[in-house]
């Protein structure tokens, strides 16, 4: 669909972040913001990103080389006032498996899948060392990180926008 770059401290490039959705099953749930200019897209439609029953992929490709746990730290942070304390604990720790104990290096691909009510976390490929988490909160949390209301990543929440008008779903 689109994304963008997340950065840190408004100067340094950490990850680009990009959403890869089933447009096919996609299509009737999004349909009414079909012809929309990115710039008219109203909040709901993010909401459907969000909450929809089709696959959603979030792929973070490293602009520099991060600590796995730094890694880690900072997705569960972003996901603290989302989530109860299990889940968090269960989402870190997963991470941290799917990652390993090394650093997350420059152009790596982290890649988060929501299916349902699980969660798929792998490192390099889709399938590559992949770990699920089944939790039906998890996925609209992690994807209202990005797509949501406060987004770490603003250019990211505009590029899905941009993308979704221009590219996908033009009248």
Do not use: M, W
Not at 138 to 159: E, Q, R
Request: aromatic letters at 8%; proline letters at 4%; a positive charge.
């Amino acid at each position: 669909v689109g994304g963008g770059t997340r950065a840190k401290y408004g100067a340094v490039k950490v990850y680009a972040v990009g959403l890869y959705i089933d447009a096919g099953r996609a299509a009737s749930s999004l349909k009414p913001f079909v012809g929309l200019p990115a710039a008219k897209l109203p909040a709901n439609f993010f909401k459907v990103l969000q909450s929809g029953k089709f696959d959603r992929t979030l792929l973070l490709q490293f602009h520099r080389a991060v600590a796995a746990e730094t890694v880690a730290g900072a997705l569960r942070d972003s996901l603290a006032g989302r989530l109860s304390a299990g889940v968090l604990d269960k989402f870190r720790s997963t991470l941290l498996k799917t990652l390993g104990d090394a650093s997350v290096l420059k152009g790596a691909k982290i890649f988060f899948s929501c299916r349902g009510d699980s969660l798929t976390i792998s490192a390099g490929t889709l399938s590559g060392n992949a770990q699920s988490i089944k939790d039906k909160t998890l996925c609209p949390a992690f994807i209202d990180v990005y797509l949501g209301p406060k987004p770490i990543s603003p250019a990211a929440k505009a590029g899905v926008a941009a993308g979704f008008a221009a590219r996908l779903y033009r009248s």
